[in-house]
């Protein structure tokens, strides 16, 4: 068994979830500024290999293993991540104004099913401090900006606070995700909705070919979308021309866990992200790439813990992989021995 299994997840899994998220980016933060574990850490985990990259958009991904929204939401560790592997590093959800999120406890582990739950609630520092850090950062590892809204931000005003963060980003970031698929924000699953979402991509789509290189922009959708909205959503994306669309943010759905219902009530509300999560985004990835006529590009997302589960995603059709609770259960070495792995599939 690794180390991680053996001796680092014990430990971490015995502090509470947001407790051990803190305490493990530290611990990263500090082994990675010793320029020799630095060193170590890129030997160890990076990989190149021509036939690893991925040449989309303009920009080329050295592998498709890339860490989903979420980890990094303050962008206070792309120099550290980049270190380990992964082909790209998406940070956010950042919001025009800092806000804390929910109260704690937040975030939830359900160890039976590999499975997290989260009602974070965009808790991040806004985007002015992210964009001051990412004037800093010295790597150069593809960065997305994932942009949202704030909680007490109404929604006829949502596009306002899309824009914000899309104009103040756009210098520092390689491509955009707008995400309109948390559930842990009153109402903003509503921007799925199809005139609402028309109105934000053309807006933010309009903003972005003001620039003399516009930049690339993805949609990050929910996995609980129904047959009609999804239509709806990729008629939506050919119309305003995105680049791509992330499948998928985390569910709503409780179905198939092995974790007991009194726990599972007991947790409450929020978005369930993991294993349980593998077959629905991949689902949502097939349907999508099935109707698209391969306009656009797919990032896959949800439930990645192995390479076959990576496999999965690229068969039914995404272009890139992302992975955020795998790393949790099955620690840092994850994104490295996916691409590995990926190399051996040629
Ligand atoms: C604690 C936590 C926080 C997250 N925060 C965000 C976020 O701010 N923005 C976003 O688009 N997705 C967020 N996500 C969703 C992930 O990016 C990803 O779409 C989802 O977790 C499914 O992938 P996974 O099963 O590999 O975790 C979050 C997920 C977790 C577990």
New binding site residues.
């Given amino acids: 068994m690794c180390l991680y299994q053996s001796v680092v997840k014990p430990i971490l899994f015995k502090l509470e979830p947001e407790t051990a ?1 803190h305490f493990a980016f530290k611990q990263l933060k500090y082994a990675l500024s010793f320029p020799l574990i630095r060193h170590w850490a890129k030997h160890r985990y990076m990989i190149s290999h021509s036939f690893l990259e991925r040449k989309l958009w303009g920009l080329t991904f050295p592998t498709p293993v890339g860490l ?4 990094d ?1 303050n962008a206070l560790l792309i120099d550290e991540l980049a270190c380990l592997g992964f082909g790209f590093i ?1 940070i ?2 950042v919001t025009p104004r800092p806000q804390e999120g929910n109260p704690k406890p937040r ?1 939830f582990r359900l160890p039976e099913d590999k499975a ?1 739950i ?1 009602r ?1 609630g ?1 808790n ?1 520092d806004g985007v002015d401090v992210v964009v001051n850090r990412l004037k800093k950062r010295t790597s150069s590892i593809i960065v997305g900006g ?1 942009i ?1 809204k704030n909680k007490t931000t109404p929604n006829e005003n949502a596009i306002d606070d899309y824009l914000i963060c899309f104009e103040k980003l756009f210098d520092y970031v390689d491509y955009f ?1 707008v ?1 309109v ?2 559930p842990n924000t009153p109402n903003l699953r509503q921007l799925q909705d199809k005139k609402p979402l028309a109105e934000l991509l053309t807006t933010l789509q309009n903003a972005n070919h003001k620039h003399t290189n516009p930049k690339p922009l993805l949609l ?1 959708i929910a996995p609980d979308l129904t047959t009609d909205q999804l239509n709806d959503i990729i008629n939506i994306t050919l119309e305003t021309e995105l680049q791509g669309i ?1 499948a ?3 569910t709503i759905s409780r179905q198939n866990l092995r974790t007991s219902s009194e726990k599972i009530a007991s947790i409450g509300v929020g ?1 369930l ?3 349980p ?2 077959q629905k ?1 991949t689902d949502v990835i097939r349907y999508l790439a099935k109707n698209s006529n391969q306009k656009f590009d797919i990032v896959g ?4 813990h192995s390479a076959e589960d990576a496999i999965n995603k690229i068969e039914a059709g995404a272009k890139l992989v ?5 790393l949790i259960y099955e620690g840092i070495s994850l994104p490295s021995s996916v691409a590995k792995a990926l190399l051996y599939t040629k």
């Fill in positions: 998220h989903a929204a979420g980890f939401k998406e956010g959800t975030l997290i989260n974070m965009f991040n994932n949202g995700t995400n698929s948390s990050k992330i998928t943010n985390t978005g992200s993991g294993k999560l593998a985004s997302v949800g439930g990645i992302q992975l955020y609770t795998g």
